[in-house]
């Protein structure tokens, strides 16, 4: 494990935790807009499979605890799994597809995530609806975000790379 990299992941789930914060004070345009997702897509892009995995996983958990959201249930459980697989996705994909096509991997990967949770824990969950509608519900209420973040993301990412070429993580 190198120590730039767990201090980037640190960095990666401090934002996760706050952006939120930040997005709730202007209503429920964070339940749309995803902030969360902002720094796990970025962890995974940036620091790889593995950190991006950690950050993905962490991010949720920390948050619930310091900040009641996500809710400990039923919605922990399944961000964990959705943004464990994100930044696992992602990470594992941006070695041979660009940061767009890999974002959109680990959307697939993620939302399929949530539905094995769902199927398997969703009456533990007190989850009545049917998974695979469930996600859909999710998918459309969050359409903007997940455009905004498959618009945003890759563009950070890039300029990133471009303004830190010099430094290990962006080579």
């Known amino acids: ?65 310091l900040t009641g959201m996500p809710p400990l249930l039923p919605m922990l459980p399944m961000m964990v799994a959705e943004l464990g697989a994100y930044g696992l996705v992602s990470g594992l994909l941006s070695r041979k597809l660009n940061p767009w096509l890999a974002m959109l991997g680990a959307i697939i990967c993620g939302r399929t995530a949530i539905v094995l949770v769902l199927l398997l824990f969703g009456e533990m969950l007190q989850i009545k609806a049917e998974p695979i509608a469930y996600v859909w519900g999710g998918i459309a209420a969050g359409a903007p975000g997940i455009l905004i973040q498959l618009l945003l993301i890759p563009f950070i990412v890039k300029q990133l790379k471009m303004a830190f070429s010099h430094h290990e993580l962006f080579k």
């Open 1 to 65: 494990m190198s120590t730039k990299k767990t201090v980037f992941a640190g960095f990666f789930v401090a934002l996760g935790v706050l952006l939120p914060i930040a997005f709730h004070a202007f209503g429920p345009v964070a339940r749309i807009l995803s902030p969360m997702h902002i720094p796990v897509f970025l962890g995974g892009l940036i620091l790889g499979p593995v950190y991006g995995l950690i950050v993905g996983v962490v991010t949720p958990i920390i948050s619930s605890f």
